[in-house]
């Protein structure tokens, strides 16, 4: 089993600057994919950014030039630096990993950033 802590929500000025960590526990030898989704009550929960076990890092066009994915693999965590935030950046966000066991999908608890106009 692998388990998930998130850390680095809040609130913050337009403009302004966030970093999320995601520190992960337990079964860590079996992540392959860390990824950060977002969730606004009464949306679906959305993708906002990847990264691979390669390195490689994927986002959602919204984020792109602003957001920036890093994993640390030796400490197991994986990190959102989220710069020239705007309001509609303001929601829960998640940490998943995805096992490379059976692709299993595990998730955080959940932070919630709100970005202040």
């Known amino acids: 089993q692998v388990q998930l802590v998130e850390s680095g929500g809040g609130l913050v000025q337009a403009g302004g600057s966030l970093r999320l960590s995601c520190a992960a526990s337990?079964?860590?030898?079996?992540?392959?994919?860390m990824r950060w989704y977002r969730q606004t009550p009464g949306k679906q929960r959305e993708l906002v950014a990847e990264?691979?076990?390669?390195?490689?890092?994927n986002y959602r066009d919204s984020v792109k030039g602003r957001f920036t994915i890093s994993r640390d693999n030796a400490k197991n965590s994986v990190y959102l630096q989220m710069n020239s935030l705007k309001p509609e950046d303001t929601a829960v966000y998640y940490c998943n990993v995805v096992l490379s066991i059976g692709w299993k999908n595990v998730w955080g608890q959940g932070t919630q950033v709100t970005v202040s106009s």
């Open positions: 337990g079964s860590t030898f079996s992540i392959n994919l």
């Open positions: 990264a691979t076990s390669s390195g490689s890092t």
